[in-house]
T-cell receptor
Framework: KQEVTQIPAALSVPEGENLVLNCSFT??????LQWFRQDPGKGLTSLLL?????REQTSGRLNASLDKSSGRSTLYIAASQPGDSATYLCAVRNSGNTPLVFGKGTRLSVIA | DAGVIQSPRHEVTEMGQEVTLRCKPI?????LFWYRQTMMRGLELLIYFNNNVPIDDSGMPEDRFSAKMPNASFSTLKIQPSEPRDSAVYFC?????????????FGQGTRLTVV
């Protein structure tokens, strides 16, 4: 059974810092991996999706990498801003006809 | 497309009452998922459908929970009777299957409070 772990559970950084959020998964035979952002009281917004054959994806100040063999993904946020404060969730899918399995998220606070 | 649409956004009900949550997936998506989010357990899958057919309902907590998908554009999650421990945020999501680049898209959720 796939299990997803995110470390740290919470992180507080000053504005402008570059930071890395970690995600690990127990079954490396994944189909894809998706990073989401969730603001308090809101739904989940998809940030990046990495297919199993890819090593990384970039969108603006965000870069997500995938190392399937070690069961790890990282989300890199460059030049953090207070508006980046949210919970970041990692989720993996083991095949096209199975659901996403989520980690418990990293709650990020960027202090101005 | 307006995305995944859930209703109601908030629901407060008394213990023992029936609650029905509704979801309209993105047009053309063939997978629909119901998740529940709590502080303690995070996001848990309750049930998912493929082409309107339930595939796995092993996450449904007990017989008080039921879900249907009568057509490709509508699904319901029903709790009868509701209990205070059912209080959570319930999310619906949809996606296309059979392509690695397919993203799952989530609705805004229904915050359920059972008093």
């Amino acid at each position: 059974k796939q299990e997803v772990t995110q470390i740290p559970a919470a992180l507080s950084v000053p504005e402008g810092e570059n930071l890395v959020l970690n995600c690990s998964f127990t079954d490396s035979a994944i189909y894809n991996l998706q990073w989401f952002r969730q603001d308090p009281g809101k739904g989940l917004t998809s940030l990046l999706l990495i297919q199993s054959s890819q090593r990384e994806q970039t969108s603006g100040r965000l870069n997500a990498s995938l190392d399937k063999s070690s069961g790890r993904s990282t989300l890199y946020i460059a030049a953090s801003q207070p508006g980046d404060s949210a919970t970041y969730l990692c989720a993996v899918r083991n095949s096209g006809n199975t659901p996403l399995v989520f980690g418990k998220g990293t709650r990020l606070s960027v202090i101005a | 497309d307006a995305g995944v649409i859930q209703s109601p956004r908030h629901e407060v009900t008394e213990m023992g009452q029936e609650v029905t949550l509704r979801c309209k997936p993105i047009s053309g998506h063939d997978y629909l998922f119901w998740y529940r989010q709590t502080m303690m357990r995070g996001l848990e899958l309750l049930i998912y459908f493929n082409n309107n057919v339930p595939i796995d309902d092993s996450g449904m907590p007990e017989d008080r929970f039921s879900a249907k998908m009568p057509n490709a554009s509508f699904s319901t999650l029903k709790i009868q009777p509701s209990e205070p421990r059912d209080s959570a945020v319930y999310f619906c999501a949809s996606s296309l299957g059979h392509w690695e680049g397919t993203e799952a898209f989530f609705g805004q959720g229904t915050r359920l409070t059972v008093v």
